[in-house]
């Protein structure tokens, strides 16, 4: 089991601090306003918090990946919809780093780290949900410049952001092959037609994009003209263990605040967590954590030996996403009817973890992926 | 112009407190956090450094558990770092804190002692005053609002209804009351900087006159009982309610003789 240094304790310390103090008093107004925290998330940039994982060359602090996801995991915990856009930009800084020019990086990562731009990953369409291959935006050679046509659906950050990630359709010699390219705001062509109106993950804006004409340069290509795929799948296999963490954070606050309410709550004549039927529910959360904490450091422990963590990333995805739906939903129950009102975060929660079976490849696409793994 | 500033590892206010069979307070280092006073104290220091140039120097006293409260301190800004180790945590006992810190204060040569006016552990605003006294210098307790004009400090400190506006001439112990100064989040940066600055270590035995002379002792520590919880007394009519409560008084409470 990793051990944190005391370098990273320190870091640790910082970062639950700034959760309580900073984000954890804002959740619950983030969540009924249902807009993206802008100042607070310029704030968590100035504090270093997203310059954690970038790579020092980009003005980063590149610390281990245990680290980074137990960061997330604080951060989920003081507000999961807060955590959707740090995990966006640090799975993409690890998309930049590793498969763009060093142009395009300096372009940037600085900005990202600092939380002073916001970039967004457009590859789900109406028609290519889980079926990434069904893509239909496409990007055209035309002289200089790709010329990007095509719409994207539920885009984390997409209303807010600087920088835009865009998988597409492309012809590589005679054949079709997928593009990765990087845009910026600034370009004309990008237009922002809605934010959707979700059950959680509230404040972390969801978009739906149209690329018009969208003229990209040739040298905005990130990897090669038809690498997409494995840009796709290398960064998406970060992004799940992120993911992971983020159901071990949602997880921990409610099993925490659910501790808390059974030790209070009297019935008959008995503070609740007395009853068995309520502690077991507490104990069975407890060791879904604790199960869930070792499979993730486990994995970060193969990524820092520079190994594959395709089949176990989708592991973590599935086991901690429905342990954060499963925790949340039993936490809610012994709260009672106070858990099912707005008075407590619990209900917050729980609409919260409903979305970590969905995105980042639904659950049951990762279980393809291990089947295929395991049956191979 | 040189700022000593005495800071303190606590527990952290939130953390649940748990005591072990010899009835001590069991410390791990998830729930050690800087001191909130010292804290106020170390941000005031820092401003003035920034504003004036000074140079601030963080000292502690304790086990390798103080050490994350004068690395938070060099984080916020400060220039140095002392740690005087304690590992046996004799300095628990103020008076012989105070001759520790006063000593130190001494050696780097500060012109103005700073810290908070009691920390959120014990609460026993004691350290500050001694220091002050044994250093035969002027101080302020309980200070919102301090500001240099040449060789005074100009203070506003907090007293029973109001506020006193108190000026002192340097050298001077200055106590910091919640509200001097709104301590700053050290960044990822900074505290990674810190990391590669070194902390200079002195040993308590080489500035307690004498660990002998306690005058008083921590026996033991536990929590207060929880309240037990009250009735409500009900009836028809007030008079049936206050027949009620006095029965209630001289039968129950047994405070109420002859009624
Ligand atoms: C909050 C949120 C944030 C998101 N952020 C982003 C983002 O930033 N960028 C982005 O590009 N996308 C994003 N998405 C989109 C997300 O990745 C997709 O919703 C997800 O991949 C599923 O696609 P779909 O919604 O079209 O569902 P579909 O693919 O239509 O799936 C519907 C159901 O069928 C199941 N299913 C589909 N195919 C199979 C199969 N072969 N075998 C078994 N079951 C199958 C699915 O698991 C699911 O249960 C986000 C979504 C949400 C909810």
Same mark, same amino acid.
């Given at each position: 089991?990793?051990?944190?240094?005391?370098?990273?304790?320190?870091?640790?310390?910082?970062?639950?601090?700034?959760?309580?103090?900073?984000?954890?008093?804002?959740?619950?107004?983030?969540?009924?306003?249902?807009?993206?925290?802008?100042?607070?998330?310029?704030?968590?940039?100035?504090?270093?918090?997203?310059?954690?994982?970038? &790579?020092?060359?980009?003005?980063?602090?590149?610390?281990?990946?245990?680290?980074?996801?137990?960061?997330?995991?604080?951060?989920?915990?003081?507000?999961?919809?807060?955590?959707?856009?740090?995990?966006?930009?640090?799975?993409?800084?690890?998309?930049?780093?590793?498969?763009?020019?060093?142009?395009?990086?300096?372009?940037?990562? &600085?900005?990202?780290?600092?939380?002073?731009?916001?970039?967004?990953?457009?590859?789900?369409?109406?028609?290519?949900?889980?079926?990434?291959?069904?893509?239909?935006?496409?990007?055209?050679?035309?002289?200089?410049?790709?010329?990007?046509?095509?719409?994207?659906?539920?885009?984390?950050?997409?209303?807010?952001?600087?920088?835009?990630?865009?998988?597409?359709?492309?012809?590589?010699?005679?054949?079709?092959?997928?593009?990765?390219?990087?845009?910026?705001?600034?370009?004309?062509?990008?237009?922002?037609?809605?934010?959707?109106?979700?059950?959680?993950?509230?404040?972390?804006?969801?978009?739906?994009?149209?690329?018009?004409?969208?003229?990209?340069?040739?040298?905005?290509?990130?990897?090669?003209?038809?690498?997409?795929?494995?840009?796709?799948?290398?960064?998406?296999?970060?992004?799940?263990?992120?993911?992971?963490?983020?159901?071990?954070?949602?997880?921990?606050?409610?099993?925490?605040?659910?501790?808390?309410?059974?030790?209070?709550?009297?019935?008959?004549?008995? &503070?609740?967590?007395?009853?068995?039927?309520?502690?077991?529910?507490?104990?069975?959360?407890?060791?879904?954590?604790?199960?869930?904490?070792?499979?993730?450091?486990?994995?970060?422990?193969?990524?820092?030996?520079?190994?594959?963590?395709?089949?176990?990333?989708?592991?973590?995805?599935?086991?901690?996403?429905?342990?954060?739906?499963?925790?949340?939903?039993?936490?809610?129950?012994?709260?009672?009817?106070?858990?099912?009102?707005?008075?407590?975060?619990?209900?917050?929660?729980?609409?919260?973890?409903?979305?970590? &079976?969905?995105?980042?490849?639904?659950?049951?696409?990762?279980?393809?992926?291990?089947?295929?793994?395991?049956?191979? | 112009?040189?700022?000593?500033?005495?800071?303190?590892?606590?527990?952290?206010?939130?953390?649940?407190?748990?005591?072990?069979?010899?009835?001590?307070?069991?410390?791990?280092?998830?729930?050690?956090?800087?001191?909130?006073?010292?804290?106020?104290?170390?941000?005031?220091?820092?401003?003035?450094?920034?504003?004036?140039?000074?140079?601030?120097?963080?000292?502690?006293?304790?086990?390798?558990?103080?050490?994350?409260?004068?690395?938070?301190?060099?984080?916020?800004?400060?220039?140095?770092?002392?740690?005087?180790?304690?590992?046996?945590?004799?300095?628990?006992?103020?008076?012989?804190?105070?001759?520790?810190?006063?000593?130190?204060?001494?050696?780097?040569?500060?012109?103005?002692?700073?810290?908070?006016?009691?920390?959120?552990?014990?609460?026993?605003?004691?350290?500050?005053?001694?220091?002050?006294?044994?250093?035969?210098?002027?101080?302020?307790?309980?200070?919102?609002?301090?500001?240099?004009?040449?060789?005074?400090?100009?203070?506003?400190?907090?007293?029973?209804?109001?506020?006193?506006?108190?000026?002192?001439?340097?050298?001077?112990?200055?106590?910091?009351?919640?509200?001097?100064?709104?301590?700053?989040?050290?960044?990822?940066?900074?505290?990674?900087?810190?990391?590669?600055?070194?902390?200079?270590?002195?040993?308590?035995?080489?500035?307690?006159?004498?660990?002998?002379?306690?005058?008083?002792?921590?026996?033991?520590?536990?929590?207060?009982?929880?309240?037990?919880?009250?009735?409500?007394?009900?009836?028809?009519?007030?008079?049936?309610?206050?027949?009620?409560?006095?029965?209630?008084?001289?039968?129950?409470?047994?405070?109420?003789?002859?009624?």
């Amino acid at each position: 089991m990793h051990v944190f240094n005391e370098e990273e304790r320190e870091i640790l310390t910082a970062v639950k601090r700034f959760c309580e103090d900073r984000i954890k008093p804002a959740a619950s107004a983030i969540d009924e306003e249902d807009v993206f925290p802008r100042e607070l998330y310029t704030e968590l940039g100035k504090a270093g918090i997203l310059a954690l994982t970038a &790579p020092e060359e980009y003005g980063g602090l590149e610390i281990s990946v245990h680290c980074w996801l137990e960061c997330l995991s604080l951060i989920s915990a003081a507000s999961a919809s807060l955590s959707m856009s740090v995990t966006a930009c640090s799975s993409l800084m690890f998309l930049v780093s590793r498969f763009a020019s060093e142009e395009l990086g300096q372009k940037c990562l &600085p900005k990202l780290a600092t939380g002073e731009a916001i970039m967004c990953a457009c590859i789900t369409e109406p028609n290519a949900g889980s079926d990434v291959s069904s893509i239909a935006t496409t990007a055209v050679l035309d002289g200089e410049h790709y010329l990007v046509n095509g719409s994207k659906i539920f885009i984390t950050s997409g209303s807010v952001a600087d920088y835009f990630v865009i998988f597409a359709k492309t012809r590589v010699g005679d054949k079709e092959g997928l593009i990765c390219l990087l845009a910026d705001k600034t370009m004309p062509g990008i237009r922002i037609t809605r934010d959707e109106k979700k059950l959680g993950m509230r404040g972390s804006v969801t978009s739906e994009l149209w690329f018009e004409d969208l003229r990209v340069p040739i040298d905005h290509v990130i990897g090669n003209a038809g690498d997409g795929f494995k840009v796709a799948y290398n960064t998406l296999e970060r992004g799940r263990l992120y993911v992971a963490a983020m159901g071990l954070g949602i997880a921990r606050a409610a099993q925490e605040a659910a501790v808390e309410y059974s030790k209070t709550r009297v019935q008959y004549g008995k &503070p609740i967590c007395k009853y068995q039927a309520i502690q077991n529910k507490l104990v069975d959360m407890e060791i879904g954590i604790d199960a869930g904490h070792a499979l993730v450091h486990s994995i970060a422990e193969r990524i820092e030996r520079g190994e594959q963590t395709i089949k176990q990333a989708s592991c973590a995805k599935v086991f901690c996403s429905e342990l954060a739906e499963r925790v949340t939903a039993e936490a809610l129950q012994v709260f009672g009817g106070y858990g099912y009102c707005k008075d407590y975060p619990v209900e917050r929660y729980f609409r919260d973890a409903k979305a970590l &079976p969905i995105f980042e490849g639904a659950n049951e696409v990762q279980r393809n992926i291990i089947g295929k793994v395991i049956l191979a | 112009m040189r700022i000593a500033v005495f800071v303190k590892q606590v527990m952290d206010p939130e953390a649940v407190l748990a005591f072990d069979e010899s009835g001590a307070l069991v410390q791990n280092e998830q729930n050690l956090i800087i001191d909130a006073y010292s804290e106020y104290a170390v941000e005031r220091a820092v401003q003035l450094k920034e504003e004036l140039g000074f140079e601030v120097i963080a000292v502690t006293i304790g086990d390798e558990n103080s050490i994350p409260a004068v690395r938070h301190a060099l984080s916020m800004g400060c220039s140095e770092a002392y740690q005087v180790s304690d590992p046996d945590q004799l300095c628990t006992i103020p008076e012989l804190k105070a001759q520790v810190l006063a000593a130190v204060a001494k050696e780097v040569s500060a012109d103005l002692v700073m810290g908070g006016c009691m920390s959120a552990d014990t609460g026993r605003a004691q350290v500050m005053p001694r220091v002050a006294e044994i250093l035969g210098l002027p101080h302020v307790n309980k200070v919102v609002e301090m500001r240099l004009e040449g060789n005074l400090v100009c203070t506003k400190s907090e007293v029973n209804d109001g506020i006193a506006e108190i000026d002192v001439q340097l050298p001077a112990v200055i106590c910091a009351q919640e509200g001097l100064a709104e301590p700053r989040y050290p960044s990822m940066w900074d505290i990674m900087q810190t990391r590669k600055k070194t902390i200079q270590t002195r040993s308590v035995n080489e500035y307690a006159t004498s660990c002998a002379s306690t005058s008083h002792l921590a026996v033991v520590l536990r929590l207060k009982e929880a309240r037990k919880s009250g009735s409500i007394i009900e009836g028809e009519t007030l008079s049936e309610v206050v027949q009620k409560a006095v029965s209630a008084l001289r039968d129950e409470a047994k405070v109420l003789w002859g009624a």
